[in-house]
C-alpha cells in the first residue's frame, strides 16, 4: 500500500513517514498544498494523509480540487482546530477521517488500517481477492488458486496493484510511480520486464493471460471468463 504525506510541519511529516513505513508502508511526502495536489493527481496512492494548514494552497482546496477531479482515494485530515464546525467543514469537503493534533501514533495507525479496509471490498483485514487470485498484504504473501507464488517484492508490488486496479486500465506511467517511486530514475521499459516476469509466475495456473495489454497505454488485470 501507498500512502501519501502531506504536512508542513518537517519533524511532524518525517515521524509520521517513518511510523508508516515501519509497517510496510511505502510512503511519499509533500510540504505544501500544490506539490501535495499534484502528487495526488498521479491516482498512485491508496490514501492520503492532508493536513488542513499548508502553505501555498490549503488542504481543504486540495480535498476539494481532488473530489472535484473525481479522486476515490480514502483522505484522512490532520488538523491542530477541533471545534465541531471545523471538523464538520472537512468531512463536508470531501474527508473520510479527521484527526486532531497532537494525536497518538497508535490512533493514527489504527484510523488509516480501517481506511484501507475500505479498499478491500468487504474482504478479511489484509486480504485482497480477486478470481484465483489472492494476498495477504500484512505479510506481502502471494497465492493463485490457494498455493503459494514465489514473488520478489517488486513483483508481488505490482500485483497488488493490478489487483487493487483491477478490471481498470492502469497506465505504465501510473504503474511506474507506484512500484518504483515518482521519483524513480527507472525508465517506462522496467514496467514491461516485471509485467513479463509477473506473467511467466501465473503462467504454470494458466493465469498469465488475466493481465492483459493495452497497446499504446499499458495494462489491466481481468480475469477471462
Not at 469537503?93 to 480501517?114: C, N, Q
Not at 493490478?162 to 504503474?175: D, N, P, V, Y
Request: charge should be negative; proline fraction near 3%.
Amino acid at each position: 500500500m501507498r500512502i501519501l504525506v502531506v504536512e508542513d510541519d518537517g519533524l511532524l511529516r518525517e515521524a509520521v513517514a517513518t511510523v508508516l513505513k515501519e509497517e510496510a508502508y511505502q510512503v511519499d511526502e509533500a510540504d505544501n498544498g500544490p506539490d501535495g495536489l499534484y502528487l495526488a493527481q498521479q491516482r498512485v496512492h491508496d490514501l492520503l494523509v492532508l493536513d488542513i494548514m499548508i502553505p501555498g494552497m490549503d488542504g481543504l482546496t486540495v480535498l476539494s480540487e481532488l473530489r472535484r477531479q473525481g479522486a476515490a482515494m480514502p483522505v484522512l485530515l490532520l488538523t491542530a482546530r477541533d471545534a465541531v464546525a471545523d471538523r464538520v467543514k472537512g468531512l463536508d469537503s470531501g474527508a473520510d477521517d479527521y484527526l486532531v493534533k497532537p494525536f497518538a501514533t497508535l490512533e493514527l495507525l489504527a484510523r488509516i488500517r480501517a481506511l484501507l479496509r475500505q479498499l478491500s471490498a468487504g474482504a478479511p483485514d489484509g486480504e485482497l481477492q480477486y478470481g484465483q487470485l489472492g494476498l495477504k498484504c500484512q505479510h506481502k504473501e502471494a497465492y493463485a488458486q490457494g498455493k503459494p507464488l514465489k514473488l520478489t517484492l517488486k513483483e508481488y508490488e505490482l500485483l497488488e496493484y493490478f489487483m487493487l486496479g483491477r478490471e481498470q486500465i492502469l497506465t505504465k506511467e501510473q504503474l511506474l510511480d507506484r512500484v518504483w517511486g515518482i521519483d524513480s530514475d527507472a525508465g517506462l521499459g522496467v514496467v514491461d520486464v516485471y509485467v513479463h516476469y509477473l506473467r511467466r509466475k501465473l503462467a504454470p495456473f494458466g493465469l498469465d493471460s488475466c493481465i492483459q495489454t493495452v497497446r499504446g497505454v499499458g495494462y489491466l488485470l481481468k480475469e477471462k471468463k
